[in-house]
Every structure is written in structure tokens, then in C-alpha cells.
């Protein structure tokens, strides 16, 4: 059975960082890529970042302006996110996900809340 | 950037009745491949979304066939044929082809 398990999130101040960690176990991780999307209180989805099976490829979107860095360690089986400059509207439960291909996300994290506040 | 639009943002539906939702792109998700990527996912209270529905008509694992979703180009629909008590939650559909784009979402509630 698939499962990831998202850790790392903690309330922060605004213009600090912080690292998430996604552990995945049930397949074969380094045969997949990975995202991590975000849902702000009360709001909707949105994609932060998305990083191919070997960790050669990865992409943002526009929006993020360079903050976030998406990376993996699939010797680990591990998928993370590093956070700088937060922002109070970085506020959300982070999840992240399996893309099996082109946005197919068939499994995801329970999440990981990140509060920034001063 | 890609703009997913859904339509209505909530619904209210007696059990045992059908439900329609829509989403429309700003752009074209059809592939050169012939595939379009655009997918919905269901999102429970307190819960992590999880994947409905694949490359606009495809029904995930264990998905109830009263889920159905039809669409090309930039304009879908996903339609719950007889809504049940377990179908309240909020509907997302997202685009795979630029980058990764959700809908707004929509709620479904139940009367």
C-alpha cells in the first residue's frame, strides 16, 4: 500500500524558513515524480512544486518567485521542501502527492501544518 | 498561466438525485499525445483530496460508477448520477498539462 507521511511543519515567523519531509513507502519511490500542493485555511488547492523521478527536473510556478525548492533523496525515500521568506499567506496544511503522469495524483499525504506568525 | 473556472461553487442536492458540475480552461488540455490531461479529485472535511477521476473520464480505483466525467478542449463536467449521503465533500478538477492548475472548487452539499 502506498503511503506518505509528511513531518516539518511548525508555526514560524514571518521571513523564516523551514524544511518539510515527505517519507514514501509502499513502491517504488524513485520511479515516480512528486509534488507538493498546499491548501491555505478555508481555500483551495494549489500546486507549489513538482520534481521528475530522479530529481534532474523540477518546477514551479510562477507565482512562488523562488522561495520554494523542491527536492528528493531516493536513496531515503524521501521527498522535501524547503521554505524561505515566509509570508503570513504561506499559512496552509502541505501535502504532498504521487503524480503518476501529467497531474494524475493518486496518492497523498495526510499534510503538514505550517503557520507563520509573528 | 492556466485558469481553471468551476461552476457553481456550491450545490445543494437531495440524496438520490443527480449532480453536475462544471470546469472550463483557458486553454486547451489536449496533448499532442491525444490525451487531456484534466482530473478531479473529492476532498472530505478534514481529509486530504484524493483522485476521482483521471484524463477526464477515467474512474480512479474503487470509484462508484454514479461518477462520471465527459469533456474535451477546455470544457468538462463531472455528473453524480444519484447523489448519496457519502458524496458531500468539495469537488476540485486540475489541469496536468501546464504545470499543475486547480479549479476553485465546488461544495456539494446534501439536503
Known amino acids: 500500500e502506498v503511503h506518505l507521511v509528511e513531518s516539518g511543519g511548525d508555526l514560524v515567523q514571518p521571513g523564516g524558513s523551514l524544511k518539510l519531509s515527505c517519507e514514501a513507502s509502499g513502491f517504488t519511490f524513485s520511479q515516480y515524480w512528486m509534488a507538493w500542493v498546499r491548501q491555505s485555511p478555508g481555500t483551495g488547492l494549489e500546486c507549489l512544486a513538482l520534481?521528475?523521478?530522479?530529481?534532474?527536473?523540477?518546477y514551479y510556478p510562477d507565482s512562488m518567485q523562488g522561495r520554494f525548492t523542491i527536492s528528493r533523496d531516493n536513496t531515503k525515500n524521501s521527498l522535501y521542501l524547503q521554505m524561505n521568506n515566509l509570508r503570513a499567506d504561506d499559512t496552509a496544511v502541505y501535502y504532498c502527492?504521487?503524480?503518476?503522469?501529467?497531474?494524475?495524483?493518486?496518492?497523498w499525504g495526510q499534510g503538514t501544518l505550517v503557520t507563520v506568525s509573528s | 498561466d492556466i485558469v481553471m473556472t468551476q461552476t457553481p461553487l456550491s450545490l445543494s442536492v437531495t440524496p438520490g438525485q443527480p449532480a453536475s458540475i462544471s470546469c472550463k480552461s483557458s486553454q486547451s488540455l489536449l496533448h499532442s499525445d491525444g490525451r487531456t490531461y484534466l482530473h478531479w479529485f473529492l476532498q472530505r472535511p478534514g481529509q486530504p483530496p484524493h483522485l476521482l477521476i483521471s484524463e477526464v473520464s477515467s474512474r480512479f480505483s474503487g470509484v462508484p460508477d454514479r461518477f462520471t466525467g465527459s469533456g474535451s478542449g477546455t470544457d468538462f463536467t463531472l455528473r453524480i448520477s444519484r447523489v448519496e449521503a457519502e458524496d458531500a465533500a468539495i469537488y476540485y478538477c486540475m489541469q496536468g498539462l501546464f504545470f499543475r492548475t486547480f479549479g476553485q472548487g465546488t461544495k456539494v452539499e446534501i439536503k
Open positions: 520534481i521528475n523521478s530522479d530529481g534532474s527536473d523540477k
Open positions: 502527492a504521487r503524480d503518476v503522469k501529467w497531474g494524475m495524483f493518486d496518492s
